[in-house]
């Protein structure tokens, strides 16, 4: 586990396998609601981002200090002075984005991505991999942010980050960038994912089903059962 | 009358859930059975109403005066938490069957994004006390009738033949977004 690629894991287990919104089904918030266009959910996630890997930094550089029946509150605390930050910076430097945006950015605080990870990741692990996982789970956040994101405002509006992608016949579907089309297309593309990992876990147990039956072992168990 | 608008908007036409996607962890969690649903949407609209005086109070008799507006989401957060705490200390300590009731769903309001949300929409759009008060009884009642019409649809769902890769979360959102469409009848109902 110490070794390098132990490293690595940690970062890219946050990007498929644990994706925080397609297999955790963590921070669907601010993934649904601020998705009407991929620009968004690249500006939402970047500064989720942000709050998950510095209050990760600091929670497992101070993990030792925090006396466990309060820590829950200390990680608000810690995660809200982050935000706090993003919001000012934002406000200052991208009023437009900021504007678009709105009341989600100082609800990161309450994101449960970032308070899940605190509570299950850096509360136990050292300064760095922390930093990783949480780098990672960004990352993930991100990949699904800009997927969401796009397939809105490719159906819903035509145009993909501002750039004009369908065809001027195509009529946008406005139900993509309404309420109602977060939730049906988050839905669907769950669908979709979680048909995809079936099938793939399917082919591996066919795969050692096939093998057990070659090796000798397989006729013991078989006639054991 | 504009008391009775800010009620019904809130409720019904930007319902907390179905426009703002606000609260989407118990909606999607706890709308397994409709009893549990129900309890779940009492306890959330009792802490709203309770927040909502809180926070107003603390923004414009604390905050606004001294200047600190910038320590608004850390005291806001800290508020709810503390007050979610207390909540479950008084019910326990009043009324037991009420505690049985809700207690296991009051730590968990504590991150639904809901509180927090109406706090900070409170403080955007400039509701005077009284106004703030009605939001937030408005909001409580929207978010009870959507995770308990959910549940309903919910309980049904158990009896259907779902394809594999739908169960779990896909199929309640995809149920979400039918109910968001519905709910999308009431838009230009009210216009606040």
Known sequence: ?225 | MELILIFFSAAIVNNFVLAYFLGICPFIGVSNKISSAFSMGLATTFVMVVAAIVTWLIYHMILVPFNLDFLQYVSFILVIASLVQFVEMFVKKVSQPLYRALGIFLPLITTNCAILGLALFIVLREYNFIEGIFYGVGAGVGFTLAITIMAGIREELELADIPKPLQGAPITLIVAGILALAFMGFSGLISV
């Open chain 1, 1 to 225: 586990m110490k070794s390098k690629l132990g490293f690595v894991k940690e970062y890219t287990k946050g990007l498929w396998e644990n994706n925080p919104v397609f297999k955790q089904v963590l921070g669907m918030c601010p993934t649904l609601a601020v998705t009407v266009s991929a620009i968004n959910g690249i500006a939402m996630a970047l500064a989720t981002t942000f709050v998950l890997v510095f209050s990760s930094i600091i929670i497992s550089s101070v993990r030792k200090l925090i006396p466990s029946q309060v820590r829950i509150a200390s990680y608000i605390l810690i995660i809200a002075t982050f935000v706090t930050i993003v919001d000012l910076v934002m406000k200052a430097q991208f009023p437009d984005l900021s504007k678009s945006l709105g009341p989600y950015i100082p609800l990161i605080v309450v994101n449960c991505l970032i308070l899940g990870r605190q509570e299950a990741f850096s509360s136990k692990n050292g300064v760095l991999r922390s930093a990783l996982d949480a780098l990672g789970m960004g990352t993930g956040f991100l990949i699904a942010l800009f997927m969401l994101g796009g397939i809105r405002e490719i159906l819903g509006s035509r145009t993909l980050l501002g750039f004009q992608i369908m065809p001027d016949f195509y009529e946008p579907w406005l139900v993509m960038i309404l309420p109602a089309g977060a939730f049906l297309t988050l839905g669907l593309m769950m669908a979709y994912f979680n048909s995809i990992a079936i099938n793939m876990k399917k082919k591996e147990t066919d795969k050692i089903i096939e093998q057990y039956k070659k090796s000798k072992a397989a006729k013991t168990i078989e006639a054991g059962a």
